[in-house]
């Protein structure tokens, strides 16, 4: 009897050792109604409250444990242009301009919301990148569901390929587990095929890079509510743009005296953008607002979470 006790016990601890020690969380499989999102409920969702904090460090954070060989893992990738026309499927000569941004658009608790999103190149051709935040909701202690993305969307519409649902979504744990805010990014995969083709053959796809530095040339794009962006109507319908450079303060890239306000949240951070191509290299995205020193703030990704959390997705 004493025997089996000291089994079940052992077995236990084994147990409890090897969750604990996990590194990454798993990827989560929202619940998903094609049917939710009509027009009138597109219209009357509402952008997103960025999270609005206190500037503070690192300081007493673990960061994880990294237990994966990256040698092998590529330091930036270059932007994909779209090959393939929204519409028709078939190749087309004439390009018109990329898209690989788009709103995001989730549910939760009987409320619909909306982010900034966009797809990123990576072999798999169907991976997003956005703000945590816009994936899991901390008060509630849930991810959101229903979760979907527009590319192109802009002015009120959706964009050329309407509403791509998603269909597993993954966030650094830093972020799930300590509501960290210098981890607030994440990662989703799209639910799309068309003519056997991933999302970026038709849309384009941002390249990737990290840790650029201080004064990093940057163009941010999104879908602010509020806020005090230049040349934008600010009503988190419209796609706007921003350009000039960050600073790396902190744990942080920032921007000072730019508030976006409400809907950008995961609004891609780009350098070298081709206006021409509407394409370059997602290095941040918009995660949160330092009241204290009024400036965004965008978080330093981490290659081997970076290319972790892709590999969650598509495993």
């Known amino acids: 009897m004493n025997k089996k006790i000291i089994f079940y016990l052992l077995t236990a ?12 969380s798993l990827p989560t499989i929202p619940k998903y109604d094609e049917n939710y999102w009509t027009s009138e409920k597109m219209k009357k969702a ?24 990256s040698s092998k893992d590529a330091k930036s990738m270059q932007p994909f242009e779209r090959k393939y026309d929204t519409k028709t499927g078939v190749a087309n000569v004439d390009q018109p301009k990329n898209f690989p941004v788009g709103m ?18 990576t072999d798999d051709g169907n991976i ?3 703000a945590a935040h816009c994936l899991y909701n901390h008060t509630a202690q849930a991810y959101f569901q229903n979760v979907m993305f527009s590319p192109g969307y802009d002015n009120g519409q959706p964009g050329p390929l309407g509403k791509v649902p998603i269909a597993k979504m993954a966030i650094t744990p830093e972020f799930l587990n300590n509501d960290d805010n210098e981890f607030d990014w994440g990662m989703v995969l799209f639910n799309f095929n068309m003519e056997n083709l991933p999302l970026k053959y038709y849309t384009g796809a941002l390249g990737w890079a990290f840790q650029l530095g201080t004064n990093v040339p940057t163009t941010i794009q999104g879908y602010p509510n509020g806020g005090n962006l230049p040349n934008c109507p600010n009503n988190g319908q419209t796609l706007c743009m921003w350009q000039g450079q960050t600073i790396l303060s902190n744990d942080y890239y920032t921007v000072r005296d730019l508030n976006l306000g409400e809907g950008a949240s995961g609004g891609p951070l780009i350098t070298q953008y081709d206006p021409n191509l509407n394409l370059g290299l997602l290095y941040s995205n918009y995660a949160s607002f330092d009241e204290l020193n009024d400036q965004l703030l965008g978080p330093i990704y981490d290659a081997i979470e970076f290319h972790a959390l892709i590999g969650e997705l598509t495993l």
């Open 13 to 24: 601890l084994v147990v409890l050792i090897f969750k604990t020690d996990s590194s990454y």
């Open 128 to 130: 997003g990148a956005t």
């Open 46 to 69: 509402k952008p997103l409250t960025t999270k609005n904090i206190g500037f503070r460090t690192r300081s007493g954070v673990e960061p994880i444990k990294n237990t994966t060989d």
């Open 104 to 121: 995001l658009f989730m549910s939760l608790n009987g409320e619909d919301f909306t982010c900034t999103a966009s797809v990123i190149n």
